[in-house]
């Protein structure tokens, strides 16, 4: 059985930082593309950033050069540092992969206010 679970979000003033952190069981971890997705109330669940089983990464455009996706194969974990947070950055944070399905973890609160 596949399961995701997040820890790391929380309350930032902008500009702050926060690291989001999601580990993996169920899965044979290092094979997959695992990816950080944000749902901000009213608005569609959008992927944040993305990496590949080799280390390939991607970003939307709206963090690039603010966040960095990594991972740790042998902790079977995802990582998502994110800096100089902004307020639209609050959302709920969700970790993904794909395998025949997605499969998404609780998801994370981020809060970026003053």
């Known amino acids: 059985q596949v399961q995701l679970v997040e820890s790391g979000g929380g309350l930032v003033q902008p500009g702050g930082s926060l690291r989001l952190s999601c580990t993996a069981s169920?899965?044979?971890?290092?094979?997959?593309?695992m990816g950080w997705y944000r749902q901000a109330p009213g608005k569609q669940r959008e992927l944040v950033a993305a990496?590949?089983?080799?280390?390939?990464?991607n970003y939307d455009d709206s963090v690039k050069g603010r966040f960095t996706i990594s991972r740790d194969n042998a902790k079977k974990s995802v990582h998502l540092q994110m800096n100089s947070l902004k307020p639209e950055d609050t959302a709920v944070y969700y970790c993904?992969?794909?395998?025949?399905?997605?499969?998404w973890g609780q998801g994370t609160q981020v809060t970026v206010s003053s």
């Open positions: 993904n992969t794909k395998i025949n399905s997605d499969y």
């Open positions: 169920g899965i044979i971890f290092r094979l997959y593309t």
């Open positions: 990496i590949t089983s080799g280390g390939s990464t």
